[in-house]
């Protein structure tokens, strides 16, 4: 399949959807194929919401590319940040990087820096647009494009499911979109500093997440269900 036509399909699975599914909100954490959603959210017009995480421990690097991309699109992007009081109180009882001490208060740590912070995000929208890709990790080989989000009771879409690493980049080469410099330096996938490394040769692009941890653990919780496995569309939904 040539780039043309993935960019075809993913601007056509993106006005769809914004149009079946009103209110639509679209979270970025500034990564290279947030970045590519972006750029197609601005090109299509598209009625999105853009919001991002703040968990207080990102790096310098991506709160630039927050302020930069605002800038380049146009688009005001909704900042949100974790309940001051719960962050001071981890914080107090199990010290400030209590997250490599066990996955319990790593998820913990994730629970209140991020997914409390989601949930508010995503409160009275029927959309949510993700980038997960199936490239990028074992937790999510099988994402599906489109699909019900039972942990959050909407429409889930991931307008890059089934895109590779090397459509992600050729993309972002022919249309100059911004991205974050961490990428040049070894890290496909960007999170909280303290919980972000760069990756060596042969592993997978989340290897550097949490990487004190197995591989089938290194998610924050945001695309799980509460059994702790990670959200899918149901086979019976087609996209829009």
């Known amino acids: 399949m040539t780039l043309d036509t993935r960019i075809a399909e993913a601007r056509e699975r993106l006005r769809q959807a914004v149009r079946a599914h009103a209110p639509a909100a679209f979270s970025s954490s500034f990564g290279v194929e947030d970045m590519v959603i972006l750029d197609l959210i601005a090109a299509g017009q598209l009625d999105?919401?853009?919001f991002t995480l703040d968990t207080g421990r990102l790096h310098d690097e991506t709160?630039?590319?927050?302020?930069?991309a605002s800038e380049r699109y146009g688009r005001p992007i909704r900042v949100m940040f974790p309940d001051?009081?719960?962050?001071?109180?981890?914080t107090v009882e199990h010290g400030i990087n209590a997250f490599y001490d066990s996955i319990a208060l790593r998820k913990r740590c994730c629970e209140i820096r991020k997914?409390?912070?989601?949930?508010?995000?995503?409160?009275?929208?029927?959309?949510?647009?993700?980038g997960l890709r199936r490239e990028q990790s074992v937790t999510r080989s099988e994402v599906e494009v489109l699909g019900h989000d039972s942990s959050y009771g909407l429409m889930k879409l991931n307008p890059l499911a089934d895109w590779t690493e090397r459509e992600v980049w050729e993309y972002v080469r022919r249309f100059d979109v911004p991205t974050n410099p961490l990428h040049q330096r070894g890290f496909p996938s960007i999170g909280c500093a303290p919980c972000t490394r760069a990756v060596q040769p042969g592993e997978d692009a989340r290897a550097g997440r949490w990487w004190w941890e197995q591989a089938a653990t290194r998610e924050c919780g945001l695309h799980m269900?509460?059994?702790?496995?990670?959200v899918r569309a149901k086979a019976d939904v087609t996209e829009a």
């Not at 709160?63 to 930069?68: D, N």
């Not at 001051?84 to 981890?90: G, I, N």
């Not at 997914?115 to 993700?130: F, H, N, S, V």
């Not at 269900?225 to 990670?230: A, F, I, T, V």
């Open 48 to 50: 999105v919401e853009v």
């Open 225 to 230: 269900d509460p059994s702790g496995r990670l």
């Open 115 to 130: 997914l409390a912070p989601l949930r508010r995000a995503l409160r009275g929208k029927a959309l949510w647009i993700t």
């Open 63 to 68: 709160l630039a590319l927050v302020a930069r």
């Open 84 to 90: 001051t009081a719960q962050v001071e109180a981890f």
